[in-house]
C-alpha cells in the first residue's frame, strides 16, 4: 500500500512539474481598442452575436419574471371563493 501511495505521489509530481506550458497570444490590446472605439455601439453589445444574443436572454428572462411575479401577486391577493 505504502508502494502504492509513494507511485501515486511520483506521477503526481511528474505530470505537474513536466507538463508543457501553452502560450497564449495577448489579445487585451486587441479588445481594448474595440471597447475604445467610439462607434455609437452600446458597450454591453461591443463583444458580437454572443453579447447580443446574451443581452437578450437576460432581457428576456428578466421582463418575463417581472410579468410572472405580478400576475403570482394578482392570484394571491384575490383569495379564491370557497363553496
Known amino acids: ?17 513536466t507538463a508543457s ?4 497570444k495577448n489579445k487585451v ?15 454591453y453589445l461591443k463583444g458580437g452575436v454572443a453579447d447580443a444574443l446574451l443581452y437578450r436572454a437576460t432581457m428576456i428572462l428578466t421582463v418575463g419574471g417581472t410579468a410572472y411575479a405580478i400576475y403570482e401577486l394578482a392570484v394571491a391577493s384575490f383569495p379564491k371563493k370557497q363553496e
Not at 490590446?29 to 458597450?43: A, H, S, T, V, Y
Open 29 to 43: 490590446p486587441e479588445k481594448q481598442k474595440l471597447f475604445q472605439e467610439d462607434d455609437e455601439i452600446p458597450l
Open 21 to 24: 506550458r501553452r502560450h497564449f
Open 1 to 17: 500500500m505504502l508502494r502504492n501511495l509513494l507511485a501515486l505521489r511520483q506521477i503526481g509530481q511528474r505530470t505537474i512539474s
